[in-house]
């Protein structure tokens, strides 16, 4: 495992207490380096919507934790937020959830000399992802295949 995944791993252990205490949901956990910093941020949520004080309260508490367990070797800046408008659906319970609402697909590599595709997501499992798009024809995309899917949002 590599020092990213485990100070990801060992965020969301040091989370999950804090956010079913409050009843909301740990949606991600992140550690990147970003323009030379480093950043852990964690995404939360919950029905209804996230507040900036819901973020405060889970940042303080959660910030006071890695003080305490210290596992984190390099300066990095904290942030808890919602996952937003346009989520990444990335754990089964996401995929769950969004079960009949249409998402965004990209792919690493062109198919049919397209990246982009949009469509009601209609099933998922380990190896694939099913959506349906115009003219209820349905495509159907391998797993390793995608770079990248979200709930799509209409402006």
Sequence with gaps: MSRKETYEQKTEELLIPLIEQHQFE?????YVKEGGTWYL???????????VDDCEVISRAL???????????????LEVSSPGLGRPLKKDKDFERSIGEEV????????N?????TGILKAYDKEKIV?????????????ADI?????????
């Design 26 to 30: 740990l949606v991600d956990v992140e």
């Design 63 to 77: 910030s006071d934790l890695l003080d305490e367990h210290d596992f984190i070797e390099e300066a990095y800046i």
């Design 41 to 51: 941020r964690a995404y939360i949520d919950k029905p209804g919507g996230i507040t």
């Design 131 to 143: 959506i349906e798009v115009e003219n209820e024809e349905t495509m159907e995309f391998s797993r």
């Design 113 to 117: 000399h397209q990246k982009d595709f």
């Design 104 to 111: 965004d697909i990209k792919t690493f590599r062109p198919i």
């Design 147 to 155: 770079a990248l899917v979200r709930l799509a949002f209409d402006f």
